[in-house]
């Protein structure tokens, strides 16, 4: 296979059921693809010195794309923001002011964005921050909801990867599950939905499999190397 970039979700697609705990096997059959000359890139809405421990220490590509976009780690201290971490506390502080449950989850330090457990009406949220001219964007990975500024995403995060790498669109595979891997779906040619993804998710991608998060992987990689074979 020629050399193609890898852009993969952490939560729900290489951690087992839930409980953010990786799926071993999947985690082994991406390092594969990394001693093979592949890049594997881990675009996740944790921190991004999560998704870039998880490279160093399970041997995929040392980049990683975090906080949903909102920045990128190249190495231990260097890191690239991209959004800005007080529009979304301000943000924040409108919605506690006006809408039940809101509550900050307990996460890694953010430099760009806003972390809030799932416990509040998402669109009540939306509607409030509208009415105040409050321009970011709010959006909901299963595992959290995150207030981002506004135009950050983890595709517009992937894209600067693309660009400081010269990474064609064509040479990109996005993996993920949720309405967050929407936008990184759009900038790569071939993205796979695992099947614990919603049928929205679904929709928005050009492959799906059956298999839920960490197995699922290990179908789409199947499932590429095959579609490949026939290709040749
Ligand atoms: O939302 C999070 O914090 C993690 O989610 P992700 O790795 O699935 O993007």
Redesign the pocket.
């Known amino acids: 296979m020629k050399k193609k970039t890898f852009a993969v979700?952490?939560?729900?697609?290489i951690t087992e059921n839930g409980g953010g705990r990786i799926h071993l096997d999947a985690l082994d059959a991406l390092r594969r693809l990394t001693n093979m000359g592949h890049d594997v890139i881990f675009v996740?809405?944790?921190s991004s010195i999560e998704g870039y421990l998880l490279s160093v220490f399970g041997g995929t590509t040392k980049i990683a794309v975090g906080e949903?976009g909102g920045c990128i780690t190249l190495d231990s201290n260097d890191h690239v923001l991209l959004g800005n971490i007080e529009e979304c506390k301000t943000a924040l502080e409108i919605i506690k002011n006006n809408v039940d449950d809101v509550k900050e989850k307990l996460?890694f330090p953010r430099m760009t964005e806003v972390?809030l457990e799932r416990t509040f009406d998402l669109d009540a949220a939306r509607k409030i921050l509208s009415k105040n001219n409050i321009n970011v964007e709010l959006s909901d990975?299963q595992?959290?909801f995150?207030i981002n500024s506004s135009g950050i995403n983890k595709g517009t995060g992937f894209s600067k990867i693309m660009e400081k790498y010269s990474i064609l669109r064509d040479d990109v595979i996005a993996i993920g599950d949720?309405a967050?891997d929407i936008p990184l779906f759009k900038v790569a040619k071939t993205s796979i939905a695992l099947g614990n993804a919603s049928n929205l998710v679904k929709s928005e991608a050009t492959m799906t499999v059956s298999a839920n998060a960490g197995d699922g992987v290990i179908e789409a990689l199947d499932k590429l190397a095959f579609t490949d074979l026939n290709q040749q």
């Not at 979700?9 to 697609?13: E, S, V």
């Open positions: 979700d952490i939560d729900g697609t996740t809405g944790r949903n996460v972390v990975s595992y959290a995150h949720s967050t």
